[in-house]
Protein backbone atom coordinates (compact mmCIF):
# COMPACT_ATOMS: atom_id res chain seq x y z
CA UNK A 1 0.00 0.00 0.00
CA UNK A 2 1.96 3.35 -1.01
CA UNK A 3 -1.29 5.70 0.53
CA UNK A 4 -0.36 8.12 3.43
CA UNK A 5 -0.07 6.13 6.75
CA UNK A 6 -0.26 7.41 10.39
CA UNK A 7 1.29 5.74 13.39
CA UNK A 8 0.02 5.45 15.99
CA UNK A 9 -4.15 4.38 15.06
CA UNK A 10 -5.52 5.12 18.61
CA UNK A 11 -3.75 7.01 21.54
CA UNK A 12 -5.39 7.15 25.01
CA UNK A 13 -3.30 9.12 27.48
CA UNK A 14 -3.86 10.89 30.70
CA UNK A 15 -4.10 14.71 30.93
CA UNK A 16 -0.11 16.25 31.67
CA UNK A 17 1.78 13.17 29.33
CA UNK A 18 3.33 14.10 26.27
CA UNK A 19 2.41 12.57 22.96
CA UNK A 20 3.91 11.94 19.40
CA UNK A 21 2.55 10.95 16.16
CA UNK A 22 3.73 10.06 13.10
CA UNK A 23 2.67 10.10 9.45
CA UNK A 24 4.32 8.68 6.26
CA UNK A 25 3.17 10.65 3.00
CA UNK A 26 3.31 8.82 -0.44
CA UNK A 27 6.56 8.61 -1.26
CA UNK A 28 7.25 11.38 -4.08
CA UNK A 29 5.23 13.75 -2.33
CA UNK A 30 6.99 16.75 -0.90
CA UNK A 31 3.97 18.75 0.91
CA UNK A 32 2.85 17.36 4.17
CA UNK A 33 -0.20 18.69 5.66
CA UNK A 34 -1.14 18.52 9.50
CA UNK A 35 -5.07 18.97 10.32
CA UNK A 36 -7.31 18.17 13.43
CA UNK A 37 -10.79 17.44 13.72
CA UNK A 38 -13.62 17.09 15.63
CA UNK A 39 -16.55 15.69 16.73
CA UNK A 40 -19.23 17.45 13.93
CA UNK A 41 -16.67 19.42 12.32
CA UNK A 42 -14.45 19.33 8.97
CA UNK A 43 -10.88 19.08 9.37
CA UNK A 44 -8.75 22.30 10.86
CA UNK A 45 -5.50 23.18 9.38
CA UNK A 46 -2.42 23.41 11.85
CA UNK A 47 0.78 23.04 9.73
CA UNK A 48 2.29 22.53 6.54
CA UNK A 49 5.89 21.35 4.95
CA UNK A 50 7.69 21.83 2.07
CA UNK A 51 10.25 19.23 1.89
CA UNK A 52 12.03 19.99 5.17
CA UNK A 53 10.63 23.59 6.05
CA UNK A 54 8.02 24.46 7.93
CA UNK A 55 5.66 27.14 5.43
CA UNK A 56 2.59 28.14 7.84
CA UNK A 57 1.29 27.41 10.99
CA UNK A 58 -2.41 28.03 12.31
CA UNK A 59 -2.83 30.08 15.44
CA UNK A 60 -4.53 27.10 16.73
CA UNK A 61 -1.10 25.35 16.75
CA UNK A 62 -0.46 26.30 20.57
CA UNK A 63 3.29 26.44 21.99
CA UNK A 64 2.59 22.89 23.38
CA UNK A 65 2.42 21.63 19.63
CA UNK A 66 5.33 21.38 17.79
CA UNK A 67 5.74 19.49 14.38
CA UNK A 68 8.95 18.14 12.68
CA UNK A 69 9.56 17.15 9.08
CA UNK A 70 14.13 16.63 9.39
CA UNK A 71 14.46 14.65 6.09
CA UNK A 72 11.62 15.62 3.83
CA UNK A 73 9.88 12.26 4.22
CA UNK A 74 8.16 11.28 7.50
CA UNK A 75 6.67 14.20 9.90
CA UNK A 76 5.92 13.73 13.65
CA UNK A 77 3.58 16.37 15.71
CA UNK A 78 4.23 16.21 19.46
CA UNK A 79 1.48 17.27 21.96
CA UNK A 80 3.14 18.34 25.39
CA UNK A 81 1.75 18.60 28.59
CA UNK A 82 -2.03 17.21 26.88
CA UNK A 83 -5.04 18.49 27.75
CA UNK A 84 -8.79 17.48 27.63
CA UNK A 85 -9.71 19.60 25.01
CA UNK A 86 -6.60 17.84 22.38
CA UNK A 87 -8.79 15.47 22.33
CA UNK A 88 -9.42 14.95 18.60
CA UNK A 89 -8.48 13.13 15.58
CA UNK A 90 -4.91 13.98 13.98
CA UNK A 91 -4.87 13.73 10.20
CA UNK A 92 -1.98 13.97 8.16
CA UNK A 93 -2.19 14.53 3.90
CA UNK A 94 0.27 14.44 1.18
CA UNK A 95 0.41 16.58 -2.66
CA UNK A 96 3.15 17.75 -4.34
CA UNK A 97 4.04 21.45 -4.64
CA UNK A 98 3.27 23.55 -8.03
CA UNK A 99 -0.05 21.58 -9.03
CA UNK A 100 -3.51 22.11 -7.92
CA UNK A 101 -3.70 18.48 -7.25
CA UNK A 102 -5.85 16.91 -4.19
CA UNK A 103 -4.42 16.27 -1.26
CA UNK A 104 -4.31 12.46 -0.14
CA UNK A 105 -5.27 11.93 3.08
CA UNK A 106 -3.92 9.24 6.10
CA UNK A 107 -6.55 7.51 8.36
CA UNK A 108 -5.92 9.45 11.47
CA UNK A 109 -4.90 9.22 14.48
CA UNK A 110 -7.78 9.34 16.91
CA UNK A 111 -6.23 11.40 20.55
CA UNK A 112 -8.09 10.86 23.70
CA UNK A 113 -7.09 12.49 26.51
CA UNK A 114 -8.21 11.65 30.16
CA UNK B 1 -14.60 32.74 11.42
CA UNK B 2 -16.56 30.18 9.49
CA UNK B 3 -15.24 30.76 5.93
CA UNK B 4 -16.76 27.52 4.73
CA UNK B 5 -20.24 26.47 5.72
CA UNK B 6 -22.43 23.68 4.81
CA UNK B 7 -25.77 24.23 6.24
CA UNK B 8 -27.49 21.09 6.09
CA UNK B 9 -25.73 18.40 8.53
CA UNK B 10 -27.41 15.76 6.92
CA UNK B 11 -29.48 14.48 3.54
CA UNK B 12 -31.56 11.79 2.85
CA UNK B 13 -32.34 10.78 -0.23
CA UNK B 14 -33.63 7.30 -1.76
CA UNK B 15 -31.42 5.65 -4.49
CA UNK B 16 -31.62 6.27 -7.66
CA UNK B 17 -32.62 10.05 -7.20
CA UNK B 18 -30.32 12.90 -7.34
CA UNK B 19 -28.56 14.05 -4.64
CA UNK B 20 -27.71 17.77 -3.95
CA UNK B 21 -24.93 18.75 -1.44
CA UNK B 22 -24.67 22.69 -1.08
CA UNK B 23 -21.50 24.82 0.51
CA UNK B 24 -20.85 28.67 0.97
CA UNK B 25 -17.95 30.67 1.22
CA UNK B 26 -17.04 33.92 2.35
CA UNK B 27 -13.61 34.58 1.12
CA UNK B 28 -13.51 36.13 -2.42
CA UNK B 29 -9.42 34.95 -2.39
CA UNK B 30 -10.70 31.15 -2.66
CA UNK B 31 -9.47 30.21 -6.06
CA UNK B 32 -10.06 26.22 -6.07
CA UNK B 33 -12.99 24.00 -4.38
CA UNK B 34 -12.77 20.20 -3.63
CA UNK B 35 -15.29 17.91 -2.29
CA UNK B 36 -14.22 14.82 -0.23
CA UNK B 37 -16.39 12.11 1.15
CA UNK B 38 -15.41 10.42 4.58
CA UNK B 39 -16.37 6.83 5.97
CA UNK B 40 -16.41 6.12 9.47
CA UNK B 41 -12.37 5.68 10.96
CA UNK B 42 -10.88 6.42 7.46
CA UNK B 43 -9.96 9.61 5.98
CA UNK B 44 -10.93 11.83 3.85
CA UNK B 45 -11.47 10.56 -0.01
CA UNK B 46 -11.15 13.10 -2.55
CA UNK B 47 -14.18 13.29 -5.03
CA UNK B 48 -13.97 15.74 -6.94
CA UNK B 49 -12.69 19.79 -7.91
CA UNK B 50 -13.43 22.80 -9.66
CA UNK B 51 -11.40 25.95 -10.52
CA UNK B 52 -12.47 29.51 -10.10
CA UNK B 53 -11.98 30.08 -14.04
CA UNK B 54 -15.23 27.42 -14.43
CA UNK B 55 -18.13 27.59 -13.04
CA UNK B 56 -19.09 23.01 -13.57
CA UNK B 57 -17.22 20.07 -13.70
CA UNK B 58 -18.00 16.66 -14.32
CA UNK B 59 -16.60 13.61 -13.46
CA UNK B 60 -18.79 10.80 -14.41
CA UNK B 61 -21.72 10.38 -11.43
CA UNK B 62 -20.49 13.92 -10.06
CA UNK B 63 -20.70 16.86 -10.95
CA UNK B 64 -19.69 20.15 -8.89
CA UNK B 65 -21.49 23.56 -9.80
CA UNK B 66 -19.83 26.57 -9.01
CA UNK B 67 -21.41 30.00 -8.48
CA UNK B 68 -18.95 32.82 -7.94
CA UNK B 69 -21.34 35.72 -7.53
CA UNK B 70 -23.46 34.45 -4.90
CA UNK B 71 -19.77 32.50 -3.46
CA UNK B 72 -22.03 28.97 -3.45
CA UNK B 73 -20.95 25.71 -4.87
CA UNK B 74 -22.84 22.19 -4.61
CA UNK B 75 -22.39 18.61 -5.56
CA UNK B 76 -24.73 16.80 -7.82
CA UNK B 77 -25.33 12.77 -7.11
CA UNK B 78 -27.10 11.24 -10.06
CA UNK B 79 -27.90 8.52 -9.56
CA UNK B 80 -27.68 7.90 -5.54
CA UNK B 81 -26.38 4.55 -4.86
CA UNK B 82 -26.31 3.07 -1.38
CA UNK B 83 -22.86 3.00 -1.27
CA UNK B 84 -22.37 7.02 -1.27
CA UNK B 85 -23.60 6.97 2.38
CA UNK B 86 -20.94 8.74 3.97
CA UNK B 87 -20.19 12.48 5.47
CA UNK B 88 -19.14 14.65 2.49
CA UNK B 89 -17.02 18.03 3.42
CA UNK B 90 -16.09 20.89 0.88
CA UNK B 91 -13.12 22.93 1.38
CA UNK B 92 -11.15 25.68 -0.35
CA UNK B 93 -8.15 26.72 -1.32
CA UNK B 94 -6.49 30.36 -1.86
CA UNK B 95 -3.86 29.63 -3.36
CA UNK B 96 -1.38 28.48 -0.57
CA UNK B 97 -1.07 24.74 0.32
CA UNK B 98 -3.74 24.72 3.34
CA UNK B 99 -7.17 23.92 3.03
CA UNK B 100 -10.27 25.23 4.89
CA UNK B 101 -13.18 22.72 5.31
CA UNK B 102 -16.81 23.00 6.15
CA UNK B 103 -18.31 20.98 8.85
CA UNK B 104 -19.47 18.32 6.76
CA UNK B 105 -23.00 16.89 6.03
CA UNK B 106 -23.88 13.21 6.38
CA UNK B 107 -25.64 11.48 3.19
CA UNK B 108 -27.63 8.58 3.66
CA UNK B 109 -28.77 7.08 0.47
CA UNK B 110 -32.00 4.53 1.21
CA UNK B 111 -32.29 1.32 -1.06
Known amino acids: DTGVSQDPRHKITKRGQNVTFRCDPI?????LYWYRQTLGQGPEFLTY????????KSRLLSDRFSAERPKGSFSTLEIQRTEQGDSAMYLC????????????FGPGTRLTVL | DQQVKQNSPSLSVQEGRISILNCDYT??????FLWYKKYPAEGPTFLIS?????DKNEDGRFTVFLNKSAKHLSLHIVPSQPGDSAVYFC??????????FGQGTTLQVKP
Open chain 1, 93 to 104: ASNLAGSRNEQF
Open chain 1, 27 to 31: SEHNR
Open chain 1, 49 to 56: FQNEAQLE
Open chain 2, 27 to 32: NSMFDY
Open chain 2, 50 to 54: ISSIK
Open chain 2, 91 to 100: AASANTGKLI
